[in-house]
């Protein structure tokens, strides 16, 4: 398989877990479309989860698997669920490009609203609500230097870096001419509120990148720490409000969200009950969306391009549609970024 040595690959997690059985299978996830994501399965039915950069098409400082590994790793004993990392390599020798592999945590992850009907009844989809929500607040709450990441990230101007590396990567990621994304970048820039509080943040926390326990009610594990440091907690906030999608909704970031689903809470009772477990004044949320819809748009616009050079192995029909939805959130986030203030 194409970005998978599998003899190499095989050898380097016996080394780690003798107990597993060669041959090993490879099959690609849905999702992860950053960072590739493949299901590994070995001849006894053992499971475990590899994840690497993308073939073509890598941005600089972007897809550092080996530092998603150590997040995890780090966060192991806290009160913030993470799969059990195997191991990682930062380099290329083994597979080619750096990769980690984790352990498989069974449950449910509730990808989008056909799959999730099935899945989980409405007072399932009430308890998912309130789990992610708490789960949040774990991680902000989380005392970076006593799980050993304190030096993640600069604990200041959060905000005024991301606007500086995500205005660097729509330069450098984009061939298409998208300037109310570069203008919106400009405005944001100008008016950053002051941050209330540094903690880990990380950085694309919405449903579909938990793993729920069937009956909804437990978070068994947060995926996805690609984008993760240190900064200003309602950053996560602001990004979870925009990919919490509502039927009424003109666009949505990824399609059918699951959230569109009679049960779960809506955009206001999610915020209100992040609201009662923190101390954090949110009084300043619209700017906090308007960031969360310009960067959502450029991380797409990130996907939307890789997928068009090849960089990823199969086929993606949502992925394809990217195209129009980043033109529509940038719509969007000119509409909030114009009642910030009011």
């Not at 941005?59 to 059990?84: F, G, K, N, Q, T």
């Not at 941050?195 to 068994?220: C, F, K, M």
């Not at 009424?248 to 970031?253: H, K």
């Not at 300043?284 to 616009?301: G, K, M, Q, S, T």
Request: hydrophobic share 40%; with cysteine.
């Amino acid at each position: 398989m194409e970005g998978i040595d599998g003899d190499a690959v095989t050898a380097w997690l016996q080394e780690r877990r003798p107990e597993v059985v060669p041959p090993l299978s490879f099959e690609p996830i849905a999702g992860g479309r950053s960072n590739l994501t493949y299901t590994v399965t070995d001849d006894a039915g053992g499971r475990y989860v590899l994840r690497r950069p993308p073939l073509h098409s890598v941005l600089e400082s972007a897809h550092d698997v080996a530092r998603e590994a150590r997040i995890m790793e780090a966060l192991a004993d806290s009160d913030v669920p993470v799969p059990v990392v195997v191991g990682s390599e930062s380099d290329d020798e083994v597979n080619g490009a750096p990769f980690f592999v984790m352990e498989f945590t069974d449950g449910v992850i509730a990808r989008d609203a056909q799959v999730t009907r099935d899945l989980l009844d409405e007072e399932q989809r009430a308890a998912a609500s309130r789990a992610l929500v708490d789960t949040l607040l774990a991680l902000h709450a989380t005392d970076v230097d006593a799980v050993g990441l304190g030096d993640l990230g600069r604990r200041t101007g959060y905000v005024e870096r991301q606007l500086r590396r995500w205005s660097g990567q729509l330069e450098k990621g984009s061939t298409r001419d998208l300037p109310l994304l570069v203008e919106l970048g400009e405005r944001l820039a100008a008016d950053v509120p002051a941050p209330q509080a540094t903690a880990i943040v990380h950085g694309d926390y919405r449903l579909d990148n938990l793993i729920l326990s069937p009956d909804g009610s437990e978070v068994r594990a947060v995926l996805d720490w690609e984008l993760c440091t240190l900064g200003d907690p309602l950053a996560d906030i602001g990004m979870l409000h925009v990919y919490w999608a509502e039927s009424s909704d003109p666009v949505t970031p990824l399609g059918n969200m699951p959230t569109v689903l009679d049960g779960f809470w809506t955009r206001d009772e999610v915020l209100e009950a992040y609201a009662a477990g923190t101390a954090l004044d949110l009084g300043e949320i619209d700017y906090y969306v308007a960031f969360a819809y310009w960067r959502i748009a450029i991380i797409l616009e990130g996907v939307f391009q890789r997928f068009s050079a090849g960089a990823y192995e199969h086929e993606d029909e949502g992925v394809r549609a990217m195209g129009d939805v980043v033109h529509q959130l940038a719509a969007a986030a000119d509409e909030r970024a114009q009642r910030v203030g009011r």
